[in-house]
């Protein structure tokens, strides 16, 4: 057992050496003392601290954290129920209702901050789906090689021939336009770049010493895997994580506009959806809800570039 | 030769695919919830018994399920996609009518999104931290944040309400005759909004794109051989360096088609753009399944005849993998 360990901490040092080598190649950046206190970091702190020096991914990092806890608190914070008539429908923003109201006469400021929850929840769990199902396929494709390889690659290729977003939708219209059939299809249809990025970091890794040493230890495939590969293939995949939100977020949207999204849940995409035909007579029941999207996603790609940026000090030049 | 083999290979390999597609159709038809006989029934406002058992045999439900892919898949290579019950129409004739404005659309989208996202990745370029590379990257960010839909309806509003000067909505206005410039010009006219909406997602990817291979192609020794020989600027940046930099854009245009497609039926639902956007949004209103999974169906044919056209420019502009060695 303790043999394994000790080759999960070969690849560690091999990272920290990496980022000393950035440093000390990058001579703006020589604010950490090379040598000592490298060592000393672990990888993850180490790529805190680059993250932390990205301007766009800290203030992306902030905006998401405000849109996160504004839909967490924010329904307590203003509880007019978003789904409730509250006043003449298209009424302009004014004191009684801030943003307005929509076709329906319901306060579009109820509907953004509670509307949040189903579009931030839908983003985070349907691309939790992707990432969960893209690192299977990529891990085993990768990991195996052979004919389970060529299977699975065949799979991701048809994947790939259909268009997402048209994918989903036929989905969403066969199995009914809930909540949960909208996280999956979108989490069902959105797997194969996460698959690929995976395959080709296990397909590097696989032959890399400690694994082969980790092997030769007695390691078994799952072992291998699950705590020897996928920590280190584990960088590029929380970045396409990252990214993989943001897509989800745009496919809540635009599932929603086609007029697939759930009508029983108020959500950005249902709210832009139903008030869309009307945006001439009330331009704000459809502006503040995709400024909301955009942010969102905005919010969560600074942060995805941020993490790449960090954890991949070759791109950092750009 | 080699590459009739290859693209021989690639059309084996197309028509695999599209078998699977259609597979896959007839496997979700079946699992979807309810029965499709009583699912059109409903669609067509209620059918009488005999009705629906002659629907029934129509559709072969009464046989075996194998039974049911088989009559399902030659019926499809006959050309039979199924009869819309909302059109009333064989499906179809119904994308071939549609099929049309959407590529028009699409490929204006392209060739716009090519031009524009080039040029300015290659100006920006010139000056990795001058004001029009960090302008790039802004718009390189803010095109790919904000949802299609909502630039569409920002657009719409503006010309629409705001500032009237372009055509909103539809193809053509109904008062001209349907030939001759004067159609040419108002079609135009119509196509400028949808297509500047959907363009601008793509300019935003190549710009940013361009940009980063620029500055590594600019970098690199054989751009500092054609600047040492003396040759002016434009002609090392536009004849050198941009062929190679051109390359991923390529690549990443042909992966993109997909999403092409998918951001036309968006772009087009906004504009009432007459393509298959409006017909997947009826068609996703009134259940009409026939007509989605011809969608889904043709949507396939075009990305993979997207994915093979773009190897084969891939094989033109690239004469390093002309060879044939995949």
């Known amino acids: 057992m303790s043999t394994v360990e000790q080759t999960l901490i070969v690849p560690r040092t091999e990272a920290s050496n990496v980022k000393t080598a950035a440093n000390a190649a990058a001579p ?43 839909t967490i608190f924010g329904p307590m914070l203003y509880p007019i129920d978003p789904l409730e008539i509250v006043g003449l429908p298209f009424s302009p923003p004014d004191a009684d209702a801030l943003l307005g109201t929509d076709y329906l006469g319901r306060d579009v400021l109820a509907g953004l901050i509670h509307g949040g929850r189903a579009t931030m929840t839908v983003g985070a769990v349907a691309a939790l789906i992707t ?11 990768g990991f195996f090689g052979g004919w389970i390889d060529s299977l699975l690659v065949k799979i991701s290729e048809f994947f790939q021939v259909l268009p997402p977003l048209l994918f989903a939708m036929v989905l969403v219209t066969l199995f009914g ?74 496919f809540e949207g635009g599932l929603s506009f086609l007029g697939l999204g759930d009508p029983n849940t108020m ?52 | 030769m080699t590459l009739l083999t290859h693209l021989f290979g690639r059309l084996a390999n197309a028509a695999m695919l599209l078998l699977a597609v259609l597979v896959l159709n007839f496997c979700l038809i079946h699992a979807a919830p309810g029965d499709p006989v009583q699912v059109i029934a409903g669609e067509m406002g209620g059918a009488s018994a005999e009705v629906i058992a002659a629907l029934r045999a129509k559709y072969g439900l009464d046989h075996s399920v194998l039974e049911q892919l088989f009559t399902y ?12 019950y909302y059109f009333n129409q064989p499906v179809l004739g119904l994308i071939a009518q549609r099929l049309p404005a959407t590529l028009y659309l699409a490929f204006a989208s392209v060739m716009v999104a090519v031009v524009v996202g080039t040029l300015l990745g290659v100006v920006s370029a010139r000056r990795p931290n001058g004001l029009l590379s960090h302008a790039v990257t802004v718009l390189s960010l803010a095109g790919y944040a904000a949802p ?16 009237p000067i372009l055509p909103v909505s539809g193809m053509a206005d109904v008062v001209h005759p349907r030939t001759g410039l004067a159609y040419g010009l108002d079609v135009l006219e119509h196509l400028i909004l949808p297509a500047a909406t959907l363009a601008l997602v ?50 990443v245009m042909g992966l993109q088609f997909g999403n092409l497609f998918a951001g036309a039926v968006l772009v087009e639902t906004v504009y009432s753009w007459p393509g298959m956007g409006r017909l997947v949004f009826d068609s996703i209103l009134r259940r009409d399944y026939p007509t989605l999974m011809a969608v889904l169906f043709f949507s396939a044919v075009i990305v993979i005849a997207a994915n093979i056209a773009t190897d084969l420019v891939y094989r033109l502009i690239d004469p390093r993998i002309r060879g044939g060695s995949r």
């Open chain 1, 131 to 141: 990432i969960v199902i893209g690192v299977s396929v990529g891990a085993l494709s």
């Open chain 1, 267 to 318: 959500s950005w995409g249902l709210m832009i959806g139903q008030n869309r035909n009307y945006v001439l007579d009330a331009w704000w029941a459809v502006t503040f809800p995709g400024a909301a999207i955009f942010l969102a996603v905005l919010a969560v790609s600074l942060v995805g570039d941020g993490i790449n940026d960090a954890v991949n000090p070759r791109l950092r030049r750009r």
């Open chain 1, 177 to 250: 336009p809930r909540l949960t059939t909208i996280t999956i299809a979108i989490g069902a249809v959105s797997w194969t770049s996460a698959a690929r990025l995976t395959r080709a970091e296990f397909m590097r890794l696989r032959d890399l010493d400690f694994i082969k040493a980790s092997r030769a230890a007695g390691a078994g495939n799952w072992h291998l895997i699950m705590r020897v590969v996928l920590p280190n293939a584990l960088p590029p995949i929380i970045v396409s994580a990252t990214l993989a939100i943001g897509v989800a977020i745009l």
């Open chain 1, 28 to 70: 703006g950046t020589t604010t950490m003392r090379v040598q000592p206190v490298a060592r000393a970091l672990s990888p993850a702190r180490a790529a805190l601290r680059q993250f932390l020096r990205s301007p766009s991914g800290v203030a992306g990092a902030i905006l998401l954290l405000a849109l996160i806890l504004a």
């Open chain 2, 73 to 84: 898949l030659h019926n499809v290579l006959l050309g039979d996609f199924g009869y819309s």
């Open chain 2, 148 to 163: 299609i839909f909502w630039t569409g309806l920002l657009l719409l509003l503006l010309f629409g309400s705001v500032w």
């Open chain 2, 202 to 251: 793509f300019v935003a990817q190549y710009s940013r794109l361009a940009r980063v291979n620029m500055i590594d192609v600019l970098s690199s020794d054989y751009v500092r051989t054609a600047r040492a020989k003396g040759l002016p600027e434009s002609v090392v940046i536009f004849k050198h360096a941009l062929r190679n930099a051109l390359i991923p854009i390529v690549t």
